[in-house]
């Protein structure tokens, strides 16, 4: 396929998501389950593809996704919450007189500065995780595959631990969590409503990292997933790759934290315990372990199918007068782990493997389909037993 | 002109003594072979150069100056590269990006694009498949991936661990005409071998490695015709 006919081809699929969601902020009313789950999936798949890029392209098995998702949550919520209601919102034990300036000084900056917080607040979520993960790093990173894991579990519930602790009470408030988040942030005075923002945020989130894993870096980092060796032998730095690597994982992860706790308007530490963790690897295997475009799609699947397309298993179905078993709340998750279990046992290595999206794929799509599933039609292959 | 000189080098694996001091020279523009049976301590010696191993005593000497111990990368980036055995290619790589990952440290653009060129132009097959994942390649194609890769780091030194390990015998013969190649063009080969039969004929010296120490010593051709190395090491030649 030409250069050109693909470029036609992306520009069009933007224009048209594009269009989508202007169209979705009209009918926000109408079409709230829709944008609820857009949203959510958007959100995830950051966090999904910032796993992938430790996962899956440097070989990192980490599994400390939550805590540094509640690190951005907890950061970015303390900067936007407005400065009025925190009075109410620390009612237990009252406010840290440090934070509570801090805010009044930001409160009392001009509108057009203060336009600007929330995506400020969201960065410094994402820098705090990203210097926790980088001193962190450097005694967890010289473990390997399964004790790497640990650790790093380890250091998420830790995190959690000290941001739900009584100690901390005047900064995170413990375990009353906080509330009255706003919701995502208007940008460009209102070009870019607040729907728009979840999904432009993941765009640029999702690029960077798509940069940083086709650069001279990203190379280098799946050396080192492929054979630390030979990748030193090469002289890639493992140590200093490795950390680039979870650093930069940690930030987009947390950057996807404060997003969520915008999404969900207010934030608890049960919020990001392992649960979520498992949720991310859950989309990061489903989607291919290697593959970003897999994991947004996966992110995208595995949220609508779990939120809401499986919704119908959850209420009484009756057939005349009969009502079917089973069917009752809950039902829903046993159907969702049945068809995980199908999609892991048909597509060992994920919807997408290590491929990634492209215009000749899915222009060959319907070629592999003949080949795959109507095998049978047409001549008898050759030198067949019967002959 | 001494290029790498190696004086009473010792590794220690886990309180095993891997190598009890051996001296060799390379010098520059030579093929130099080590050769020994399994557990002589070739690779080991290898390993130690490139920084990959703990040296627990002696010293290595590269252009006059020591060489900066454990540190792969500066060893990489003062032009010595490793191919190493077993070939080692990344298998979830396609060929050309295992070529751009032998240039990692290297951020001359034009001068990566030229090497590329010249690793084709000495393993032609490379091009047919620089798109392909290298775990697909056939053992010999993975092994030309392997000399390419370390070609591409522009090395003053390379040190093969093995290059005939598991190739059928045409394919063998192949891979020294290249090496000969390459050492003609300029680059200074240190060659391990359990092959001391194709090594030794194409070697301008050698060294035979016995248990962590260096047995014997000669131009290629003199220990080719030594009666002990026939008897070890050269199997084959005694049919001749």
Not at chain 1, 131 to 145: D, E, N, T
Not at chain 1, 176 to 200: C, D, Q, R, W
Not at chain 2, 180 to 198: C, R, Y
Request: proline share 4%; with cysteine.
């Amino acid at each position: 396929m030409k250069k050109q006919t693909k470029r036609i081809l992306n520009i069009c699929i933007i224009a048209l998501a594009i269009v989508f969601l202007y169209w979705l902020n009209a009918n926000t009313s109408k079409q709230g389950m829709l944008v609820a789950i857009l949203q959510k999936s958007a959100i995830l798949a950051i966090a999904a593809v910032s796993m992938n890029l430790l996962n899956g392209f440097t070989g990192l098995f980490s599994l400390g996704q939550a805590g540094f998702m509640s690190i951005g949550a907890y950061v970015t919520s303390i900067l936007v919450i407005p400065a009025e209601n925190l009075n109410g919102i620390y009612y237990m034990t009252g406010v840290n007189q440090g934070l509570l300036n801090f805010r009044m000084a930001m409160a009392n900056c001009p509108p057009w500065v203060q336009s600007f917080f929330p995506f400020l607040a969201i960065l410094a979520g994402g820098l705090a995780a990203a210097l926790f993960a980088a001193l962190i790093g450097m005694p967890v990173l010289r473990l390997k595959s399964d004790y790497l894991a640990i650790a790093t579990l380890g250091f998420s519930e830790i995190i959690r631990a000290v941001f739900s602790s009584p100690q901390m009470d005047s900064i995170t408030n413990g375990s009353y969590g906080l509330k009255s988040v706003p919701n995502f942030p208007e940008m460009a005075g209102g070009l870019i409503p607040s729907l728009v923002t979840p999904f432009l945020i993941a765009a640029i989130c999702i690029l960077l990292m798509v940069l940083l894993i086709n650069s001279s870096y990203g190379r280098a980092f799946k050396s080192i997933r492929e054979d630390e060796i030979a990748a030193e032998a090469m002289g890639v730095n493992l140590l200093k790759h490795k950390e680039l690597a979870f650093t930069a994982s940690s930030f987009f992860t947390a950057v996807a934290g404060g997003l969520l706790a915008m999404y969900m308007r207010s934030i608890e530490a049960k919020t990001f315990s392992i649960a979520l963790t498992y949720d991310i690897l859950l989309i990061v295997v489903i989607g291919g372990i290697g593959s970003v475009s897999g994991s947004i799609l996966s992110a995208f699947l595995v949220t609508a199918g779990k939120e809401w397309w499986l919704r119908f298993f959850d209420t009484p179905l009756y057939i005349g007068t009969w009502q079917a078993p089973l069917f009752r709340t809950g039902f829903r998750m046993v159907i969702f782990s049945i068809l995980l279990m199908v999609v892991v046992l048909f597509y060992r290595r994920g919807l997408m493997g290590t491929n990634e999206f492209s215009w000749q794929g899915i222009m060959r799509f319907p070629q592999w389909f003949r080949r795959k599933f109507l095998k049978r039609k047409g001549a008898p292959p050759k030198g067949g037993d019967d002959t | 002109m001494n290029l790498l000189s190696v004086k009473n080098l010792k590794v220690n694996y886990g309180g095993i003594e891997a190598l009890k001091g051996i001296s060799f020279d390379v010098n520059d523009g030579e093929i130099v072979t080590l050769i020994g049976a399994n557990g002589a301590g070739k690779s080991t010696t290898l390993r130690a150069i490139s920084g990959l191993a703990p040296i627990s005593g002696g010293s290595i000497v590269y252009k006059g100056a020591p060489l900066p111990k454990t540190d792969p990368q500066k060893v990489v980036h003062n032009g010595i590269t490793l191919a190493p055995e077993g070939r080692r290619v990344f298998p979830n790589l396609t060929t050309l990006e295992n070529l751009k990952v032998g240039a990692y440290l290297r951020k001359d653009e034009e001068g990566i694009k030229k090497d590329i060129q010249y690793v084709y132009s000495l393993f032609p097959r490379l091009e047919e498949r620089h798109w392909q994942m290298a775990g697909t390649l056939s053992g010999g194609e993975q092994q030309m991936l392997a000399v390419g890769r370390a070609l591409m780091a522009k090395p003053k030194l390379i040190m093969m661990d093995e290059p005939s390990l598991g190739l059928a015998p045409l394919v063998v013969k192949d891979i020294f005409a290249i090496i000969k190649q390459i050492n003609s063009e300029g680059v200074t080969v240190l060659l391990i071998e359990q092959n001391a039969n194709a090594a030794l004929k194409i070697a301008h010296r050698g060294y035979v490695l016995e248990t962590g120490r260096i047995t014997l010593t000669g131009t290629g051709m003199e220990l080719f015709t030594n009666e002990l190395v026939k008897q070890a090491y050269l199997g084959a030649a005694k049919k001749e």
